[in-house]
Nanobody
Framework: QVQLVESGGGLVQPGGSLRLSCAAS????????MHWVRQAPGKGLEWVSRISGGSGNTYYPDSVKGRFTISRDNAKNTLYLQMNSLKLDDTALYYC?????????????WGKGTLVTVSS
């Protein structure tokens, strides 16, 4: 059974840091691009980062570039998101997701999410 389980969310002050983890199972993790996607309260989904399977090439939107770092450990089947210089606007439910094999960036597997709250 394909499964993604996030952890590491919590309450952090503005300017602080947090590291999210995502444990993957049920598929060959290293063969897939992976993404982090978030949803702030009352808002739509926002793509946060993407990482390739083998080479580890990374991609970010301008909203998090320079503050967030996506990484992976294929030996441990684990995806990470290091978040630094957190802002109030980073408050959201963060999802670990798998990109479907083939052309395009379509997501085919979602975790249940981990909540990050940035507040003073």
């Amino acid at each position: 059974q394909v499964q993604l389980v996030e952890s590491g969310g919590g309450l952090v002050q503005p300017g602080g840091s947090l590291r999210l983890s995502c444990a993957a199972s049920g598929f060959t993790f290293g063969n897939y691009f992976m993404h982090w996607v978030r949803q702030a309260p009352g808002k739509g989904l926002e793509w946060v980062s993407r990482i390739s399977g083998g080479s580890g090439n990374t991609y970010y939107p301008d909203s998090v570039k320079g503050r967030f770092t996506i990484s992976r450990d294929n030996a441990k089947n684990t995806l990470y998101l290091q978040m630094n210089s957190l802002k109030l606007d980073d408050t959201a439910l963060y999802y670990c997701t798998r990109e479907r094999a083939g052309p395009g960036w379509a997501i085919d597997v979602w975790g249940k999410g981990t909540l990050v709250t940035v507040s003073s």
